[in-house]
């Protein structure tokens, strides 16, 4: 069993920036891949980022690519989401996701959090 909480959401106004973290206890952190997905009002689940157990595997939905950043410390059991020049569209719940797999790109991974909400005004 894997645990995990989000924290470091906000409002912040489009341009600025925000970082979430996703603190995992439970169960060997470092055996998991680690995912960002975001769910916006009336939308479906999608994916943002998502980083293998090394670190050596990072991919990004295009939507995101140059403005966010995915990294995670195994030492402190913890992923993080640096988010740059926030945009209106950026605005959902951010939910981070553990899978056993090399990375985790859809909504069947197996550990979910809570969420953080996002707010991005213009």
């Known amino acids: 069993q894997v645990q995990l909480v989000e924290s470091g959401g906000g409002s912040v106004q489009a341009g600025a920036s925000l970082r979430l973290s996703c603190a995992a206890s439970g169960r060997s952190f470092g055996d998991y891949a680690m995912g960002w997905f975001r769910q916006a009002p009336g939308k479906e689940r999608e994916f943002v980022t998502t980083?293998?157990?090394?670190?050596?595997?990072?991919y990004y939905a295009d939507s995101v690519k140059g403005r966010f950043t995915i990294s995670r410390d195994n030492a402190k059991n913890t992923v993080y989401l640096q988010m740059n020049n926030l945009k209106s569209e950026d605005t959902a719940i951010y939910y981070c996701?553990?899978?056993?797999?090399?990375?985790?790109?859809?909504?069947?991974?197996?550990?979910w959090g809570q969420g953080t909400q996002v707010t991005v005004s213009l």
């Open positions: 996701a553990a899978d056993k797999g090399i990375v985790v790109v859809t909504t069947a991974a197996e550990y």
């Open positions: 980083i293998s157990w090394s670190g050596g595997h990072i």
